[in-house]
């Protein structure tokens, strides 16, 4: 099998913040069975050092299977993609694997319908990315002592990005020092992520409208291969 892609059925079996297998298969189909979460979002660029691809949103139907319910263009981050357990801080890279989605959050109040929970952006919210923080990796409201603002960012400074946003749980669980923090899917910018996915704004008001948290909703991120 080609390096760095996801199986999403085989990877809804694992654990949420697994990253991707080298012998896994391509995300951008799931078929039939495994795992116990019924919707699965997948992110797949034609190559590792791709920047733009494809978001499709499932759900699984009981006895139809997988069904795809959306699609939007994605970007990815500028220097690409590459495996999570191997991503480090400040490369610009979206790491690849299969991660949660605990909770969304925006600037703009949530799209009418919003189940999922959501969190809003104020003034004196924060992510932390500071590796010396005990808050690392996590919103902070306000910034803490002992998270530098200049390791920090401020989310409401991103009124377009982060209109709607959804937390993708890499390195959050059990965060690793080094590996990076603050990856979402969120609403496109100008370009290239520094490491999110993003996808227009329109598409990521759907997903908000359209996600569940009784679903155990999941993100399978991937490439197709060269």
């Not at 896994?24 to 997948?42: D, M």
């Not at 960012?153 to 059990?174: D, F, K, S, T």
């Not at 227009?200 to 679903?215: G, K, N, Q, V």
């Amino acid at each position: 099998m080609r390096p760095g892609l996801v199986l999403a059925a085989a990877l809804l079996l694992l654990p949420a913040h697994s990253p991707a297998r080298a012998d896994a298969p391509r995300p951008h189909a799931p078929p039939p069975g495994g795992g116990s979460g019924s919707q699965l979002i997948t992110a797949e660029a034609p190559s590792a050092r791709a920047t733009s691809g494809t978001v499709a949103w499932w759900e699984r139907r009981g006895g139809r299977g997988w069904v795809r319910v959306g699609t939007a263009p994605a970007r990815f981050g500028a220097g690409g993609l590459v495996p999570g357990e191997r991503r480090r801080q400040n490369t610009s890279t979206t790491p690849t694997g299969v991660y949660a989605l605990p909770f969304a959050f925006g600037v703009e109040p949530a799209p009418a319908g919003t189940a999922h929970p959501y969190r809003r952006v104020t003034r004196a919210s924060w992510w932390c990315q500071d590796n010396a923080s005990r808050s690392y990796n996590r919103w902070v409201e306000p910034l803490p002592a002992d998270c530098r603002a200049t390791e920090a960012e401020r989310l409401a400074a991103y009124p377009v990005q982060y209109a709607h946003a959804l937390v993708i749980a890499y390195n959050y669980h059990r965060p690793v020092r080094g590996r990076g923090a603050g990856i979402f899917l969120h609403a496109n910018g100008k370009g290239a992520t520094a490491g999110c996915v993003s996808v227009p704004e329109e598409a990521m008001e759907r997903i908000l409208r359209w996600i569940r948290p009784d679903a155990r909703p999941r993100i399978a991120i991937g490439w197709a291969g060269a």
